[in-house]
């Protein structure tokens, strides 16, 4: 039979297209799965909705006596119906083996004609839902830009690709037009393997996008590379060269998460990097129409963790109220009671409840204490001292982060990096000269040499948000007019030292201190520290709750620069 | 060893036991909440008022009760300010308070003006939504929103543009006049979008209520024409989704107010415009639809 005719498009792959079970690929993409979702998988494969996408090879003719003798000497010989390979793999869940059993079964038996696009799809997704923190997710905000008015404004050469704040619109998602326009802008030499799935439990429709170097949409798509060297040893396929990118859309929430890209065989780093970037370019191509144009901004959040993504970023209250304010967020149906205005309680906020029993329990405990006088003679005042500040630690700790960031909530950010960018703290008899500025200046300088992925970002971040704070720039300028009266009028002591700070602004040392927080969950970390009495938790700046909402900035007067924890 | 739990329908002594605590612990609490709100409702009393300051200004002391009278009078006053403050809240919808940021390094000295949205839905007051409003340039009193409970799908930002403007970047400042903040205008409009959003998604609710969809039980006649399932078709709560049992699936565009924008319904062979008519019947609001449902 000759082979069928195959010519570039730029349709898409479809889902039904079947890759070979020999691929290192694909045997990779199976293996490391675990027993149970493997056989969960080829169960939801057998499913009957599922037949035109993943249908297993079966014996055409069950009375057939010769089809016995063309599989006699198989290892697993196919199945008469589908409720036999289904009976088949549900017997296989009851009873204990290894992993490599069901692998080879599937591989090598029942879909030994090939894995469809669309199981490779679902054995991805399934590794995904196994292993959630194997992706990074970015997290983007969809804003709307401005339209032109009238066709001669955009002949006048004027840019309109302004964010247009002004927009009441709420970008909506609609995931097939969606998927239409992006595959239109794709280019013809990419094919690309679209799959919608919703995770359980999370409020996110994650699109799978799966790319390969071809200009194909038939087998030869995934097959071996073209009769030419099929007789060569080593064969290239294009499957091994694909990458995956996920794409994650949060419900009711104007942002989009965006994984790295992985790859099944060996790429650069460079070339994710663009694919990326090309994802990140299409996308608000995709989700616009006509006279209604959307882009994306990067807003500084970058986890592994999609649960600690969607509660900064998703359909909730909680997205600019972390941290401390928390308190104003709560979701729970008990706070929906108490905070009815009709409920003739008196509140008992977090805070008072507790110093209240604080201090019932302090009564207690004496009380106690005077009971059992062989205890009273152990505790001497510094033991006492040491509870009371223990208890205040852990106020200190509720008030600054709320009932959020619990090192069990689930919700850990495993990175944080700040730029800090405030003047070296320097006491007012310090006099500075001319010197110093010098190396303020060197010390800026510094960085631009060696310049890594994070640095750039933050250097960015520092950047771009220089023009979100007119404000101090007008600080800046207006510091020559500022008489010293003026300074005099100022009350409060904070307020003095700032303006101060600001005087000294042109001449103060700024050492370039990034600092870089790792750890599973980084936020309930400081929390912990906190509730210790390692970090005074009064003194703590706000950025360290993780109230902010970002995982990457710049730090100028002890806190993150553009208002990030706003959400606007 | 244990002997092991027979299989009968007869729980255990240990657990009949958990089952009788858990039990009591209940109605202590539900009994420790009525005690709680009878003390609420005692304290508020104005004859309570009277004894309390009748016995701290009258000139005979009772030494025992002098600690005990302050206390409640203190209480007494905690009780009453509470409660003003709810009457405030139930009554005027938009209520404010002071907020002192718990961060050192807060602008404006930690001052964070709170305000409080108090919205109904369902014939309840559903938690209410905050605002938090802070002074960051400290020359100026121009207002910027600190931290907010709004949700995603309410257009807070633009809302902020339109009406809490700030001053913007350098290269904007040729195209737009000096523009001033209007907070009463910005808490307006936005308590106006939140009431509105609510509504709309009740009229969702009221909707799929008129269809017989929301409760639990399975309908007894299985028509053809029945619809399976209604809900908002995006975050805003302006599109609702509709499902018929044969497979017709309908989408309705309503605008901010609730008003029937236009309806789409997609048969087996396209477009289906006899149901469009039938399910609308003229109606220009979503809730003349219901109507005409709940009339079905």
Known sequence: MAPPLSLPTTARLPSFLRVNPSNPSVIKVLSRLSRPSLLSLALDWLDP?????????????????????????????????????????????????????????????????????????????????????TLKWACYKIHRLQTPGHEDDVDAGRSYDKIDKLSMHVPRFHPSTFLRNLQAEVLPDVKAHYNFDRPKGLPLLLLRIFVLDSPYNTDLAVSAA????????????????????????????????????????PTTNAETRSLRALVVEGIPKALSRPRERYTLKSVNLQTKNLDAMLSLRGSGRGNAASGGWSVYAGDKTADA?????????????????????????????????????????????????????????????????????????????????????????????????????????????????????????????????????????????????????????????????????RDREKWAWRPNVRLSLHGSHVFAGIRQLVEAGFIDGERMPGWMTGEEGVTMGAIRNGRIKGFRGSGL | MAARPSPSPELSVGDRLHDEIAKLRAQVDSLKNDVRLQTATLMTAD???????????????????????????ARFREQSAHKQRCLYRACASLTTFKVNDPDPNAVDGGNVLGLRFELMSKAKFVRPYYVMLNRPYPDRRLLRVHRHTVPQCIPLSGLVARHLPLPTAKDDDDDDA????????????????????????????????????????????????????????????????????????GRLVMNDDGEVVKMVVQGVNGQDHETVRQFLGGAARVEEVTMSLENH
């Open chain 1, 49 to 133: 909705s599922n037949q035109s996408l993943c249908p297993p090879i079966l014996r055409e003719n069950p009375s057939d006596e010769e089809d016995e003798d063309d599989f006699e000497s198989d290892l697993y010989p196919p199945a008469h119906s589908l409720g036999e390979l289904r009976e088949v793999y549900a017997s296989m869940q009851t009873r204990k083996g290894s992993k490599r059993e069901v692998v080879d079964r599937i591989l090598e038996g029942d879909w030994r004609e090939g894995l469809s696009l669309y199981q490779v799809a679902m054995a991805d997704l399934q590794y995904l839902y196994d292993h959630p923190g």
């Open chain 2, 47 to 73: 004859s309570t008022r009277q004894i309390l300051q009748s016995q701290t200004t009258g000139a005979r002391p009772l030494e025992t009760s002098d600690a005990t009278k302050l206390k409640l009078l």
């Open chain 1, 226 to 265: 073209s009769g030419s060297s099929s007789s060569a040893a080593r064969v290239v396929t294009s499957f091994d060269t694909s990458r995956t990118i996920y794409v994650a859309f949060p419900d009711a929430s104007p942002h989009i998460f965006v994984s790295k890209s992985q790859n099944a065989g």
């Open chain 1, 337 to 501: 009671r108490t905070d009815s205005p009709l409920n003739s309680l008196l509140p008992t906020p977090p805070l008072s409840d507790d110093t209240a029993e604080e201090d019932d329990k302090r009564v207690a405990y004496i009380g106690s204490q005077e009971a059992t006088t062989t205890r009273k003679r152990t505790l001497d005042p510094g033991v006492l001292e040491e509870e009371k500040r223990h208890k205040r630690a852990k106020l200190v700790a509720q008030a600054r982060f709320g009932d959020n960031m619990r090192i069990d909530d689930g919700k850990g950010i495993e990175r944080v990096d700040v730029l800090i960018e405030d003047p070296f703290p320097i006491y007012a008899t310090d006099v500075e000269d001319e010197d110093d500025g010098q190396d303020a200046k060197e010390a800026r300088r510094g960085p631009k040499g060696r310049r890594n992925g994070v640095d750039a970002s933050l250097l960015e971040a520092a950047e771009d948000d220089e023009d979100e704070n007119p404000e101090q720039h007008r600080q800046g300028r207006d510091q020559g007019t500022n008489g010293p009266g003026d300074k005099r009028a100022r009350t409060t002591g904070r307020q003095a030292r700032q303006e101060e700070d």
């Open chain 2, 178 to 249: 000096p523009k001033k903040q209007d907070l009463s205008r910005f808490v307006r409009a936005l308590r106006r979008e939140l009431v509105r959003y609510h509504n709309r998604a009740a009229v969702i609710g009221d909707m799929k209520k008129a269809a017989g969809l929301s409760s639990k039980k399975i309908p007894d006649h299985e028509s053809e024409t029945e619809i399976t399932d209604i809900s908002a078709a995006d975050a805003e709560a302006k599109q609702i989704s509709l499902q018929w049992r044969d497979g017709r699936s």
